[in-house]
């Protein structure tokens, strides 16, 4: 009998040690209330926010099954799940979803920097810039799609996309590359010339049509940016390079110029748009696109050692399923040509990293980020 309740207690309590590893390395365990000594060891200088848009675990998966190189984010060992549900809604727009991340609350479907009551919440990049943090923006979408423009707009409507880009100037963003050159000098509501408004205020603003952004070498000035298309850039599959560059880029020029770290946020905007044209192809070439961007911003984080990055979707696109195929060759389906309500993982790396585990609100990774960034 008591070598039986040695063994009882022993099967107890090794059970109770896996319990706890596994929630420390993101399943069920939320570590956001860490002792104030702890939070204080692992603050990050720097955060990189990096967004797959529509990027759901399906999504990641097809773009593992599709490469014979280990993807970026398979090195990342923390890993969390976020639910993405708006506030009136269980599926998500981008606008709401980005809402969420950029000023932590729940907002309505199609909602830009406000509550459900319409309300303005400043962004954790405004607030950054304001304490003297360095702040940037890289996006394979227009800089007024819905994502980015939830960091520096106010607006009930996500495509309102001149009055999105009235409001880029005054958010002083240090760093800008997406498209959207058309908003800011060909504008439908007015006749301002936002390019010239963003000169005055110290910028250097060039764009594709005088360089290729791919043997664009960044200046030595206050605050940059450059247009990559007039509209909306091109698929990865088409021609479009600029993703992993820009981001290198932006970590280089916001890390010699940070005295006090940089907030910098990057999308990779058409994993989305392939979900929509339930484009199998498209989510993949998108995803590894992505996540050679990834690569290039674990890299520096892994030089600096004061970094702090954090990955993850707004929502799924398409409702992507792997049905058979083998690797390289995969048999997917959609569900959807619209988003679907699931919940989505976060992947984080870096000081404070452990604060991602667990499963929460979308919401809740801008109080996380706000509390180790500014706090």
């Known amino acids: 009998m008591r070598l039986y309740r040695s063994f009882f207690l022993l099967i107890f309590f090794s059970s109770c040690y896996t319990s706890t590893q596994i ?45 014979t190189e280990p993807l970026a984010m398979e090195r990342i060992k923390t890993i969390g799940i976020h639910k993405s549900h708006s506030a009136d809604d269980l599926i998500t727009d981008s606008a709401a979803g980005a809402t969420a991340f950029a000023s932590g609350v729940k907002t309505n479907n199609s909602y830009l920097g406000l509550d459900a009551a319409g309300k303005k919440h400043t962004s954790l990049l405004r607030q950054a810039g304001s304490q003297g943090i360095k702040t940037g923006l890289v996006v394979s979408s227009t800089i007024v799609h819905a994502t980015p423009a939830a960091f520096f707009a106010y607006n009930t409507n996500r495509n309102a996309y001149d009055s999105i880009a009235a409001d880029l100037p005054d958010a002083r963003v240090d760093f800008i590359v997406g498209g959207g050159k058309k908003y800011f000098d060909r504008r439908k509501d007015d006749t301002l010339n936002l390019i010239t408004r963003m000169r005055e205020q110290g910028y250097f603003v060039t764009d594709y049509f005088e360089q290729d952004y791919a043997s664009w070498a960044v200046p030595d000035v206050p605050r ?95 409702g992507l399923t792997i049905n058979g195929g083998k690797q390289g060759d995969l048999v997917c389906q959609f569900s959807t040509v619209k988003h679907t309500g699931g919940c989505i993982p976060v992947y984080a790396y870096g000081p404070g990293a452990e604060t991602f585990s667990g499963i929460y609100d979308n919401t809740q990774i801008y109080h996380k980020l706000k509390k180790l960034l500014l706090n």
């Open 23 to 67: 929630g420390m390395t993101g399943a069920v365990v939320d570590l956001s209330s860490s002792k104030v000594g702890d939070e204080k060891k692992a603050r990050p200088r720097n955060v990189v926010l990096m967004i797959g848009d529509g990027m759901g675990l399906n999504q990641l998966s097809a773009a593992m099954y599709s490469t």
């Open 224 to 318: 940059v940016a450059f247009f990559t298309a007039d509209g909306d850039p091109l698929p990865a599959v088409n021609g479009r390079d600029y993703l992993p560059k820009a981001s290198a880029d932006a970590l280089n020029f916001l890390s010699r110029r940070a005295r006090k770290g940089f907030f910098l946020m990057i999308e990779g905007s058409q994993i989305d748009w392939g979900g929509h044209a339930n484009d199998a192809g498209y989510v993949i070439s998108e995803m590894i696109d992505f996540d050679r961007a990834v690569r290039a911003v674990l890299d520096f984080a892994e030089r600096d050692g004061n970094t702090l990055v954090v990955i993850t979707g707004d929502h799924d696109a398409g």
